[in-house]
């Protein structure tokens, strides 16, 4: 650019002035103007037309200019076509100075000796050379733009939502059909927007949802059991929350539904759900809701003895979650009123701000769980809650027995506008939780009667135990339990009773054994009737 510059500089003080100087040059020189061709051809367009000659040079020196400062705004902003017009000036100028040094050389052998010569031919060698690495120097800059704009639009093409069938996808998983996203929210919630609550329910524990999803208001990402005639129950109830409920804006907006039905018990004319068309006829508001008198042991899936695959539908909701963070947790559990912006803001300044979480990709942040009787209402922060366990006498913890460790959360005092951190623990059990769910491994779909109430049987906080994971207390955030789990119940009344009787035959068999040897008092039938009442 500062030969440009000085030649426009030569042209403004003298106009066109300098050009007889240079062909007085050329003509004292006799050997310039006779030794090629070339040279007494341009220097005779000089003199006829010195005007255009000197527009077009200053064309020129103006281009080369203007093209410096666009090449020294694109490497600013990483953008290659602002560099392309340099690169191009600048492999014409080789050409020219290529051509230029010939000619020089061919001239200056008439009227220089060899020594001088020699001298000068390394001098113009050297400027070529010059000349050829500053365009390679450009071809490597083209070449990094071209680069880093393959990685702006990868980069691009990894923040863009994920690309989602528009109507989710069926996917056979074992022995049960999952529908992925059979009902999509129309708000898609990813990274660290906000906080995916994962969980699962029959048609029956829907009555749960209202509240859940009113207090709650952030993505909900939900896995319904729907084999046989239990799914037109489940439509049923989804139209009646809609409309009946008055709750289509927070279902609409936040809740994704996805279906699990055994493979051997579709669904009979299993059809698209659609929130936005009318509902349909036999939707009768001033009647009961389809969950409100029915039982889970008169469903599809209990009276013809299905299992209900738990950990299965728990996956799927968290295979469904596209948030950073998710709180996995069961329907029965009622979550923090706005508790999503909350941690979100949490995390950040946890993270960023004061980073004092040691592990923060190898750690679960656990929130306390109290009973709830129907009686009670809900309580909305920790304030509140002592007076509702107070006021109902509410007093037994959920897990372990732990009251010592209850009643030492509670006694806490803090801000109840701000999350905190209450303790922290390599192990223990927490009955709901947030974890980052690309990290968290999936839950153990054969184990089907796992327990999230019971430290021994909670294998989901064992493996993240063994696996090193932090166990991050959370104080002024805790969870509900408003029911038992409807699902378990009847699975574990079942079980008990099979326990129970396996338990008698045992005791049976050893009474016979033990009345028939000699010398026995035949007064042992008191371990028959101990055993009838357990």
Known sequence: MAKSIVVMYIILTHGIDFLPMMIDKFDTESAYRESYFMVKDTIDWMEQDPKVATVL????????????????????????????????FEFTYLLQIVAMVILFLRISRHFLNLSSLILVTLIATAYATKLILLIF????????????????????????????????????HGDYMVWHEYLRAEQIYESNQSLTLTTHATYMDLGLLPTMLSRWQAPISLTIYASGSDFYKAIESFWYIHDCLQMRRLLRHFVSIHLVWHRQHYPPG???F??????????????????????????Y???????????????????????YYIMALDMQLLPPSNFAKKFIHFAWVRYWNHPDIAKPFASIYCLPTF?????????????????????YNITKPIYNNNYLWQRNW????????????YDR????????????????????????????????NNLQCLLLSHLGYSFIIMDNVFLIRRTEDSWQSIRYNKTLRFARLHRLNKLKKLYNNLVSLPGVNNNLEWLINMAKKD
């Open 137 to 172: 120097g450009l071809s490597c800059v083209l070449l990094f733009f071209h680069i880093m704009g393959d990685i702006q639009t990868l980069q691009a093409e990894w923040q863009q939502p994920k690309q989602r069938p528009q109507r989710g996808y069926v996917r056979q």
């Open 57 to 88: 040079l200053q064309v020129y020196s103006i281009s080369h200019i203007v093209s410096c400062l666009a090449a020294a705004y694109g490497a600013y902003k990483l953008k290659k076509l602002f560099v392309l017009p340099l690169a191009c």
């Open 301 to 323: 899936w209990h009276l013809h003895k299905l299992k209900y695959p738990v950990n299965l539908l728990r996956n799927v909701a968290r295979l469904n979650a596209y948030t």
């Open 425 to 456: 623990a390599t192990h223990g059990i927490c009955v709901g939780y947030i974890s980052i769910n690309e990290l968290e491994p999936l839950y153990d779909e054969q184990y089907e009667m796992e327990s999230i109430y019971q430290a021994n």
């Open 371 to 391: 009973p709830h009787t129907p009686q009670a209402p809900l309580a909305y922060n920790k304030q509140q809650l002592v007076k509702v366990l107070r006021d």
């Open 274 to 299: 659609d929130l936005s068309r009318a509902p349909p006829a036999s939707l009768k508001c001033h009647q009961p809701a389809p969950y409100a008198k029915a039982r889970q042991d008169v469903t």
């Open 410 to 421: 509670l006694s806490s005092v803090k801000d109840q506008e701000h999350l905190y951190i």
């Open 270 to 272: 299993l059809h698209l």
